[in-house]
């Protein structure tokens, strides 16, 4: 699933492309990515302008003259300005100069109109990248008895992180996941908050990480999976000291890890 740094990605490549332009028309083709009418959908964005493209922890806020269009890309969506369309197709947004394509293989993802930001949206945490240190350690003293992996995967206590870069961030910091987050020491957590802002930022840079189905601007692929030290790398060898990387889950996702250099 794209996580921060891919859906940041996508904003900073479309945003340029869309602002100030108008929709002219609309079609979807998916009751799972389009929950409501498509034609009262259709309507309510025709003939708007759209004013800013911005990112809401995993969300891309599309701001109109009245109310916002929220995407969220699920698994496979990709959000393209002058796609291609094919069978995969679930929206497409007519503009006056050229179109927004929305293509979702497996249809996790989610399109809709909202006059503000939806209630479930509006009550997530503070985004990860931007959360300041002292507030992300009063959160974490707030979260007793909680397993630091899944509580930074919890979208109501940070918004924006996603698997991979919750493994990277306590690889950097040296923290196991199965740690006490609101027993962690001072020195720890504030080692904890600048791993996870340098490496959302690193991927960021990057464009992100295509480890499957990601993709941005017209099919262009992500470069971070190269830099990856933990995710994905089970059995291998830990770039700092050797020892296998290991994997568990916790929370029902997969969480990578190095026994040596990350200590609870």
């Known amino acids: 699933m794209p996580e921060l740094p891919e859906v940041e990605t996508v904003v900073r490549t479309i945003a340029p492309k869309l602002t100030g332009r108008h929709i002219v028309r609309a079609q979807f083709s998916s009751n799972h990515v389009v929950r409501e009418s498509f034609a009262r959908l259709a309507k309510r964005v025709a003939g708007q302008r759209i004013g800013a493209v911005t990112r809401h922890g995993k969300f891309i806020v599309i701001a109109l003259e009245r109310g916002n269009l929220l995407v969220h890309l699920g698994m496979t969506g ?9 069978p995969y197709t679930r929206a497409v947004f007519e503009l006056d100069e050229g179109e927004l394509v929305y293509n979702d293989p497996r249809q996790f993802g989610r399109i ?6 939806p209630e479930r949206v509006a009550r997530l945490g503070p985004d990860a990248l931007t959360v300041s240190e002292d507030e992300f350690l009063a959160r974490l003293r707030k979260r007793r008895h909680a397993l630091v992996k899944p509580l930074l995967l ?3 206590f940070l918004r924006g992180l996603g698997n991979i870069y919750a493994d990277e961030a306590l690889f950097a910091a040296g923290i196991h996941p199965r740690a006490d987050a609101a027993r962690l020491s001072k020195a720890r957590a504030r080692r904890l908050h600048g791993a996870m802002v340098e490496v959302l930022q690193a991927a960021i840079a990057s464009k992100g990480s295509s480890i499957s189905d990601y993709v941005y601007d017209e099919g262009r692929r992500g470069g971070y999976q190269i830099h990856l030290l933990a995710y994905g790398r089970t059995g ?4 700092r000291c050797g020892t296998a990387i290991r994997r568990i889950v916790l929370g029902g996702r997969g969480t990578h890890y190095c026994p040596k250099c990350q200590r609870r």
């Not at 990709?78 to 094919?86: A, D, F, M, P, S």
């Open 154 to 156: 919890n979208q109501a």
């Open 78 to 86: 990709r959000l393209i300005v002058n796609g291609e369309t094919g």
């Open 236 to 239: 291998e060898p830990c770039e």
């Open 112 to 117: 809709e109109w909202s006059e503000g930001l």
